[in-house]
């Protein structure tokens, strides 16, 4: 069964950069896309964007594109989110999850993701 773990959050000032990564463990992971998403504090929890099964294809939401990147390295059952130059807006519990196939489309509806990691609390302030 795979499972998933988010790690790397931590608390960073404006216009500073932070890297997520996304373990994974019971389960090979090229057998899966993955997504990312956030949760600031009161809000819904909303896509952030996510990577195909070989990492030839990635997504991003508008409100991250040109400033977050998402890699992974199945040799290493890791998946990466960088983010640059983030803002307050950013702020958040971050989590990974799996799909069968992670789109746009699937991202924003959060369908058919499953093995929800735990989340990384993300601060951005100064």
């Known amino acids: 069964q795979l499972q998933l773990a988010e790690s790397g959050g931590d608390l960073v000032q404006p216009g500073g950069s932070l890297r997520l990564s996304c373990a994974t463990t019971g389960s090979t992971l090229d057998q899966v896309d993955i997504g990312w998403f956030r949760q600031a504090p009161g809000k819904e929890r909303l896509g952030v964007g996510c990577?195909?099964?070989?990492?030839?294809?990635?997504s991003y939401a508008d409100a991250v594109k040109g400033r977050f990147t998402i890699s992974r390295d199945n040799s290493r059952n890791t998946v990466w989110l960088q983010m640059e130059n983030l803002n307050p807006d950013d702020t958040g519990i971050y989590y990974c999850?799996?799909?069968?196939?992670?789109?746009?489309?699937?991202?924003?509806?959060?369908?058919?993701?499953?093995?929800w990691g735990q989340g990384t609390q993300v601060t951005v302030a100064s």
């Open positions: 990577i195909g099964k070989n990492g030839d294809r990635t």
């Open positions: 999850a799996a799909a069968r196939v992670c789109t746009i489309v699937t991202l924003s509806l959060q369908r058919g993701f499953h093995s």
